[in-house]
């Protein structure tokens, strides 16, 4: 689904492909790596990537902003604090202490698994926006869906930077609205 696009993404776009370091055959051979910890690193490029980020998820209705483990820890941080808003960090797997609410799901590399704290996190009807650096099968952003909902959250959207394009990730996410910043190349 292509979503009208918040005007502060020509200039998060433009940071993406200035700062972003890329890396032939990691983790496995055949694959391009698209790292943005330089993005990251740079005040600008970090705020004009945060700001549209934060633009779009005010679109889509935020109430509480969802982080996935690692990078979107990071800029669902950044967003959440800029639009006033708190912050579900979606961890991996075996990180969290007992109990815990876990989706299993399949990615690109294997299988892997998001949790959330069973106890002491109430999401009953608050409307979440999934954030994260990119975009490639799905499958992190469909369980993370998966996992909010299992806690009673509504998610309205997801929120990236990039998109890696030719595995279909889009099609993973249903009909919800996608955002991304700096579509395939």
Not at 55 to 72: N, S, T
């Amino acid at each position: 689904m292509s979503e009208t696009q918040p005007s502060s993404f020509a200039k998060a776009r433009n940071a993406l492909l200035e700062h972003t370091r890329y890396v032939q055959n990691f983790p496995e051979e055949g694959v391009l790596f698209e790292d943005l910890t330089p993005v990251l690193a740079n005040a600008e490029a970090f705020a004009a990537v945060v700001d549209a980020q934060a633009d779009a998820a005010r679109q889509l209705g935020a109430e509480v902003i969802g982080g996935l483990d690692a990078r979107g820890f990071l800029l669902g941080s950044a967003v959440a604090y800029k639009l006033g808003l708190g912050v579900i960090a979606i961890r991996k797997k075996g990180k969290l202490p007992p109990p815990v609410v876990t989706e299993e799901y399949n990615l690109e590399y294997g299988s892997a698994a998001l949790e959330l704290p069973s106890e002491g996190l109430d999401l009953a009807g608050k409307k979440v926006v999934l954030i994260d650096d990119v975009l490639a099968t799905g499958g992190t952003l469909a369980a993370a869906r998966k996992l909010i909902e299992s806690c009673g959250g509504v998610v309205t959207g997801y929120v990236l930077a990039i998109e890696v394009g030719g595995l279909s990730g889009r099609e993973r996410l249903g009909d919800l609205p996608v955002h991304v910043i700096r579509d395939p190349q």
